[in-house]
């Protein structure tokens, strides 16, 4: 870091140009994609009666992506089933094939499609974690990075 800030940078500077040059993962690349990458999230979780569903807007906060999306399933099985049918809309939309976390045991999916993230979680396991409440704090500073 003092190498970046000798040469007159911050190392939030040279995070942000890197990320604006290495294309996401599931090839999902700027606002407008992304704005049509959560469309598609939001609309799949709904017709596959997710419950509880947050969209997170983490611009700024993170460089792990845009959004951040939190929805339950009932049971292991309706989580299972969310998640597949989320693969599928992301796959027919055009977003290739997203990275994906805990789909055998169906407690906790993480959905991982680029600029959005998704968590798809039975309702005890996403009560105990309670991820939303940490990413919806507001900052202390302006400066903070999560």
């Given at each position: ?68 999306v ?14 597949d ?49 940490m ?12």
């Amino acid at each position: 870091m003092v190498v970046l800030a000798a040469k007159g940078k911050t190392l939030r500077t040279a995070l942000q140009k890197k990320a604006d040059l290495v294309p996401s993962p599931a090839g999902i690349s700027g606002n407008a994609t992304a704005s049509r990458a959560i469309e598609t999230v939001l609309a799949s979780l709904e017709d596959s009666k997710a419950e509880n569903i947050v969209s997170i807007d983490i611009q700024g906060k993170s460089s792990l992506g845009d959004y951040m999306v939190v929805a339950s399933g009932r049971s292991h099985r309706h989580v299972s089933a969310v998640t597949d049918h989320l693969l599928k809309a992301l796959k027919d939309a055009g977003f290739g094939n997203p990275r994906v976390e805990g789909q055998a045991s169906a407690d906790w999916v993480l959905i991982d499609a680029g600029d959005v993230i998704v968590h798809v979680f039975r309702p005890e396991v996403r009560d105990f974690y309670s991820l939303e409440k940490m990413w919806q704090a507001p900052d202390l500073e302006e400066e903070t990075l999560h």
